[in-house]
């Protein structure tokens, strides 16, 4: 693990974005303040833990596309959130056990259950970096010491920038990762909407902000700000669960009604 690797400090007397997601997901690394903002959120929005899970299944199914049809064999994954099987690089790894995974992220509880992230195939690598997402150069830094940046890279940002407001530099530090790729790689992005349940979301954020945690829906034409300069990949910016659904594996049913995540590929050329 590289990072500037503090003594792991966990604070539980707040609620973690990381920890709140894992218990969305049916995890068991959350504390009960992490509960307890999960169950006000889903006192305003039911569909809270069916969003986590139609995310965590975009990455997947984004994953085994480009590491499938695409044959892209570096990943760079930041905002990588606490281990749930599969993983990232289980799946990329599935498809071409030599692939080489970077997770980043910048909460001391994703750093404390690292090691899930670092039992890889003994062709691949997989490395975790604890930096943090508005300091892009860092994670670049430290990214090419198992990343080759002369190749293609998947570079997914997954539920991640709906935690970094437009004035912490959402757009640029997305701008300096993409500039540092090579043709061929990928942008890999899902973020929160306002656009299918304005209400809902709008109360949701409030209670984020009120546990501490900044909270940012963007519009399809915001999220499609992150895409500047790149091809996307069919079908565009969707709801994460429109996103390919014909690379599903083992998801299970949904149910109706929307999911305020927009997810899209981008591809360099
Ligand atoms: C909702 S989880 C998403 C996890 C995973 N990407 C997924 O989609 O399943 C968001 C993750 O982003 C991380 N995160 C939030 N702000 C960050 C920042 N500024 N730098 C790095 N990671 C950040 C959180 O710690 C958390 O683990």
């Given at each position: 693990?590289?990072?500037?690797?503090?003594?792991?400090?966990?604070?539980?007397?707040?609620?973690?974005?990381?920890?709140?997601?894992?218990?969305?997901?049916?995890?068991?690394?959350?504390?009960?303040?992490?509960?307890?903002?999960?169950?006000?959120?889903?006192?305003?929005?039911?569909?809270?833990?069916?969003?986590?899970?139609?995310?965590?299944?975009?990455?997947?199914?984004?994953?085994?596309?480009?590491?499938?049809?695409?044959?892209?064999?570096?990943?760079?994954?930041?905002?990588?959130?606490?281990p749930?099987?599969?993983?990232?690089?289980?799946?990329?790894?599935?498809?071409?056990?030599?692939?080489?995974?970077?997770?980043?992220?910048?909460?001391?509880?994703?750093?404390?259950h690292a090691e899930a992230l670092l039992r890889?195939?003994?062709?691949?690598?997989?490395?975790y970096?604890?930096?943090?997402?508005?300091?892009?150069?860092?994670?670049?830094?430290?990214?090419?010491?198992?990343?080759?940046?002369?190749?293609?890279?998947?570079?997914?940002?997954?539920?991640?920038?709906?935690?970094?407001?437009?004035?912490?530099?959402?757009?640029?530090?997305?701008?300096?990762?993409?500039?540092?790729?090579?043709?061929?790689?990928?942008?890999?992005?899902?973020?929160?909407?306002?656009?299918?349940?304005?209400?809902?979301?709008?109360?949701?954020?409030?209670?984020?902000?009120?546990?501490?945690?900044?909270?940012?829906?963007?519009?399809?034409?915001?999220?499609?700000?992150?895409?500047?300069?790149?091809?996307?990949?069919?079908?565009?910016?969707?709801?994460?669960?429109?996103?390919?659904?014909?690379?599903?594996?083992?998801?299970?049913?949904?149910?109706?009604?929307?999911?305020?995540?927009?997810?899209?590929?981008?591809?360099?050329?």
């Amino acid at each position: 693990m590289t990072g500037t690797e503090p003594a792991v400090r966990i604070d539980t007397t707040r609620p973690h974005p990381a920890r709140v997601y894992d218990w969305y997901l049916g995890g068991k690394d959350n504390y009960p303040v992490d509960e307890a903002l999960g169950r006000q959120i889903m006192a305003i929005d039911t569909g809270a833990p069916r969003a986590a899970r139609s995310n965590r299944w975009f990455m997947q199914r984004a994953t085994r596309h480009l590491a499938g049809a695409t044959g892209i064999r570096q990943f760079l994954d930041i905002g990588t959130g606490i281990p749930t099987e599969p993983n990232l690089h289980q799946i990329a790894q599935s498809f071409a056990p030599d692939a080489r995974v970077v997770y980043v992220d910048n909460d001391p509880i994703v750093l404390a259950h690292a090691e899930a992230l670092l039992r890889g195939t003994p062709e691949g690598v997989t490395e975790y970096v604890q930096a943090d997402a508005r300091e892009p150069g860092a994670i670049l830094e430290q990214a090419a010491r198992v990343l080759d940046f002369e190749r293609p890279i998947a570079l997914s940002l997954i539920a991640l920038l709906h935690f970094v407001a437009d004035e912490d530099g959402a757009y640029d530090l997305v701008d300096t990762l993409v500039e540092a790729l090579a043709p061929g790689s990928c942008l890999v992005l899902s973020c929160m909407t306002a656009d299918f349940e304005p209400e809902n979301v709008r109360q949701g954020i409030e209670r984020y902000s009120a546990g501490g945690v900044t909270l940012v829906a963007r519009s399809h034409a915001e999220v499609g700000g992150f895409f500047r300069g790149l091809d996307l990949m069919e079908p565009g910016i969707v709801s994460v669960k429109d996103w390919r659904p014909d690379l599903a594996r083992d998801e299970s049913p949904l149910g109706d009604g929307p999911v305020s995540l927009y997810g899209a590929v981008g591809v360099k050329y």
